[in-house]
């Protein structure tokens, strides 16, 4: 009850956020070691390096702090890229550091000839893969992290995960949620996942009732989706399906935070 109706705030502050950093960074770079520089609202100096580095750094003019704007505006735009996947597709963390670029499927109608793009979800907690629709918004998230991630041959990088549940490394694979760590490309891990999503949170200053600040699962995201699918006129059974879940009690278990509803 608290999370669905701080949703669409919370979706403008990640969106708000990956295209200040940006704006940030390209200002930091264009601008000339010792220099200061105005973007996304914020003046900035671009210090003088004695040493070079790969990263992008500036300080605060006011306060003398040395901000590493590489890393804050690739945690900006992963925040937002998990926030729009997880909200579009209501798919368990777990399931979000799996996607590849073998994920992305195409299927042509036998009647039209038409083609439908398709997310293909691998088995996670229930050992079931199932399939969902792409929709024009979520083909937009998936673009983007492909513009991304893709090396300067176009191609998705291979990279090795580790399975928390398996104890073991999965095969490398071009995995869609991946970036530069060192001189490596690394996959995230649902515990980086979780963290992304609750500094999101934690930045966008949203409180619950009581005025705390509001605590954020990647999970919630699975629940939200679950309960206004049923509330727009989805049926249970279709929603179970989309998700998973073995069980149909588990599907309305999610809708069950507006019990009165019809």
């Not at 505006?73 to 996607?99: C, K, M, P, S």
């Not at 439908?116 to 399939?131: C, G």
């Not at 619950?208 to 049923?230: C, M, N, Y």
């Amino acid at each position: 009850r608290e999370r669905i109706p701080v949703l669409p705030t919370l979706i403008a502050k990640v969106e708000r956020a990956r295209k200040d950093a940006a704006e940030l960074l390209r200002g930091a770079r264009d601008a000339p070691p010792g220099e200061e520089f105005t973007a996304a609202g914020q003046r900035l100096c671009r210090p003088v390096m004695t040493a070079p580095t790969p990263r992008i750094w500036a300080d605060e003019p006011a306060t003398g702090k040395r901000r590493d704007l590489t890393r804050e505006e690739d945690r900006a735009f992963w925040a937002w890229a998990a926030v729009e996947v997880l909200r579009e597709t209501g798919i368990r963390a777990e399931e979000l550091t799996e996607l590849s670029h073998y994920s992305l499927v195409e299927y042509k109608l036998p009647t039209t000839g038409d083609t439908v793009p398709l997310l293909q979800v691998a088995p996670s907690k229930t050992d079931e893969e199932r399939v969902l629709v792409i929709s024009p918004e979520l083909a937009e998230v998936l673009g983007t992290i492909l513009c991304r991630v893709r090396d300067d041959n176009g191609a998705v990088p291979l990279v090795v995960a580790y399975d928390v549940h398996e104890r073991t490394w999965n095969p490398p694979a071009p995995l869609l949620f991946q970036h530069p760590v060192g001189m490596e490309k690394m996959a995230f891990g649902t515990a980086a996942i979780r963290k992304l999503v609750q500094s999101a949170l934690t930045s966008s200053g949203l409180t619950d009732a009581a005025g705390k600040p509001l605590h954020f699962v990647p999970h919630d995201f699975r629940r939200i989706f679950v309960t206004e699918a049923i509330l727009n006129g989805m049926p249970p059974h279709i929603a179970q399906l989309i998700c998973g879940h073995h069980d149909i009690n588990t599907t309305l278990g999610y809708k069950a935070v507006y019990p009165d509803a019809r």
